[in-house]
């Protein structure tokens, strides 16, 4: 056998080989049909080689492994959105207590009521006639209202009141030092006055230091004591005098 001859036989089985390494590979019977399609069609040659190279390297790349899976970002979790805040019940302020008012107790009623007549100087005198009162146990702040009450004049039933703040729960007056008294009792003919007089301690609203009339600014706080009466005054304008009730001269 020539050289010539060995060499072709060296290469077909060289081919042989190569061919049975082909057909052992993945894919490559699909290969093989498409090379023989592509022979039979005219292509041939160099090109139809290239052309099996390239099926059986995708081939080789597509099957070599199994396909890895793309990394999967997970989609974001939003932050939750805050619940809006709903607020609690208002707790109302406390309504301010307003305190009670307190009245003043009746204060201790007088105990004692006298007259004492003055005659002095003049025809009859009398102007300095006094009325005193005692009224034992009574508060520190207390005053004495005195009431001036008529009975008649000229012999005529009048009625009538006339009351006056006087300051302490005890004390001494004239009758004449009474503001406005003269012309209260006062009788258009000139005749006789009876009238009667009564204490009772009172609280005031205003603080007072003289005797004044009983309504205005001074009134009455609370409830004022029981009142000690007693009548039988008389008041004569033309003799300008007042007298004390029989007895008590």
Same mark, same amino acid.
């Given at each position: 056998?020539?050289?010539? $001859?060995?060499?072709?036989?060296?290469?077909?089985?060289?081919?042989?080989?190569?061919?049975?390494?082909?057909?052992?590979?993945?894919? #490559?019977?699909? !290969?093989? &049909?498409?090379?023989?399609?592509?022979?039979?069609?005219?292509? +041939?040659?160099?090109?139809?080689?290239?052309?099996?190279?390239?099926?059986?390297? /995708?081939?080789?790349?597509?099957?070599?492994?199994?396909?890895?899976?793309?990394?999967?970002? =997970?989609? &974001?979790?939003?932050?939750?959105?805050?619940?809006?805040?709903?607020?609690?019940?208002?707790?109302?302020?406390?309504?301010?207590?307003?305190?009670?008012?307190?009245?003043?107790? /009746?204060?201790?009623? =007088?105990?004692?009521?006298?007259?004492?007549?003055?005659? +002095?100087?003049?025809?009859?005198?009398?102007?300095? $006639?006094?009325?005193?009162?005692?009224?034992?146990?009574? =508060? /520190? +702040?207390?005053?004495?209202?005195?009431?001036?009450?008529?009975?008649?004049?000229?012999?005529?039933?009048?009625?009538?009141?006339?009351?006056?703040?006087?300051?302490?729960? #005890?004390?001494?007056? !004239?009758?004449?030092?009474?503001?406005?008294?003269?012309?209260?009792?006062?009788?258009?003919?000139?005749?006789?006055?009876?009238?009667?007089? /009564?204490?009772?301690?009172?609280?005031? #609203?205003?603080?007072?230091?003289?005797?004044?009339?009983?309504?205005?600014?001074?009134?009455?706080?609370?409830? =004022? #004591? $029981?009142?000690?009466?007693?009548?039988?005054?008389?008041?004569?304008?033309?003799?300008?005098?007042?007298?004390?009730?029989?007895?008590?001269?």
């Amino acid at each position: 056998m020539n050289k010539g $001859t060995m060499d072709t036989n060296d290469t077909r089985q060289q081919r042989r080989g190569g061919m049975k390494r082909l057909a052992g590979l993945p894919g #490559s019977r699909t !290969a093989a &049909a498409a090379f023989v399609l592509t022979v039979a069609l005219g292509a +041939g040659g160099p090109a139809a080689y290239a052309w099996w190279n390239q099926q059986g390297t /995708a081939a080789i790349t597509v099957t070599a492994g199994k396909p890895t899976a793309s990394a999967v970002t =997970p989609p &974001a979790t939003p932050d939750p959105t805050p619940s809006p805040t709903v607020p609690g019940p208002t707790t109302p302020a406390p309504t301010p207590t307003t305190p009670p008012v307190t009245t003043p107790a /009746a204060p201790a009623a =007088p105990t004692v009521l006298s007259c004492a007549r003055n005659p +002095g100087t003049g025809s009859n005198g009398g102007r300095d $006639t006094t009325i005193s009162w005692s009224a034992p146990g009574a =508060p /520190a +702040g207390t005053s004495t209202i005195v009431d001036v009450i008529l009975m008649s004049k000229n012999g005529q039933a009048v009625s009538g009141t006339l009351s006056y703040a006087v300051p302490g729960a #005890s004390g001494t007056v !004239a009758l004449a030092a009474l503001p406005g008294v003269e012309t209260y009792l006062a009788d258009a003919q000139g005749k006789n006055t009876k009238f009667a007089v /009564a204490v009772r301690n009172a609280w005031l #609203s205003t603080s007072i230091a003289a005797p004044v009339v009983l309504g205005g600014p001074v009134t009455v706080a609370g409830t =004022p #004591s $029981t009142a000690l009466t007693r009548d039988g005054f008389q008041y004569k304008e033309n003799g300008d005098w007042f007298n004390c009730p029989n007895g008590t001269h």
